[in-house]
């Protein structure tokens, strides 16, 4: 079965630091990752996905996540925060065997520090 | 497109009372998801379609709790009878991987409480 762990449920970082958000996943074949950021009172927006291309996602506002098999991670990061990143941040996984059933993380919550 | 769009934005119901819950997915998306979302549980993924037949329903909690997506352009979750620990933000999403949109797109969602 697949799954997604997301280590730590809150990170707070100072306005113009590095931002870095874990995500560990677990699948028996190759995957597709994927993380989502979600606003207060709105649904979830995809910032990147990895679909076996490159290694190095580059999403929106700045994003980007590397995929390491051999660490089986797929880490968000984003070299200066913004007060606008404050948001709930969730990892998905999901496989090709299984075509669509998208597994969430448990979320990271990212607050920003003037 | 518009986007997934889900239906009522806000239900306030009270226990007991049978609830339902609408989705409309992205045109041309075969692929349809419900996620339930609480803080003590986080997102959930209760069932989901392909071509409009079920798929997996292994994460509905109950027999209280049944979905149906009569056609490609429509689905419902329906709860009866709801109980005050069924209050959640209740998601839809699509996506079509067939077509390289790997992703679930979502809906707004439907907050649900339960008196």
């Known amino acids: 079965a697949q799954s997604v762990t997301q280590l730590g449920s809150h990170v707070s970082v100072s306005e113009g630091a590095l931002v870095l958000l874990r995500c560990n996943y677990s699948s028996s074949v190759p995957p597709y990752l994927f993380w989502y950021v979600q606003y207060p009172n709105q649904g979830l927006q995809l910032l990147l996905k990895?679909?076996?291309?490159?290694?190095l996602v580059k999403g929106i506002n700045g994003f980007e996540a590397e995929f390491k098999k051999s660490e089986t991670s797929f880490h968000l990061t984003k070299p200066s925060a913004h007060m606008s990143d404050a948001a709930e941040y969730f990892c998905?996984?999901?496989?090709?065997?299984?075509?669509?059933?998208?597994?969430f993380g448990s979320g990271t919550r990212l607050s920003i520090r003037p | 497109d518009a986007g997934v769009i889900q239906s009522p934005r806000h239900e306030v119901t009270e226990m007991g009372q049978e609830v339902t819950l609408r989705c409309k997915p992205i045109s041309g998306h075969d692929y349809l998801f419900w996620y339930r979302q609480t803080m003590m549980r986080g997102l959930e993924l209760l069932i989901y379609f392909n071509n409009n037949v079920p798929i997996d329903d292994s994460g509905m909690p109950e027999d209280r709790f049944s979905a149906k997506m009569p056609n490609a352009s429509f689905s419902t979750l329906k709860i009866q009878p709801s109980e005050p620990r069924d209050s959640a933000v209740y998601f839809c999403?699509?996506?079509?991987?067939?077509?390289?949109?790997?992703?679930?797109?979502f809906g707004q969602g439907t907050r649900l409480t339960v008196v």
């Open positions: 990895y679909t076996s291309a490159a290694t």
């Open positions: 999403a699509s996506s079509r991987p067939g077509q390289g949109d790997t992703e679930a797109f």
């Open positions: 998905a996984v999901t496989d090709y065997s299984s075509a669509s059933k998208i597994i």
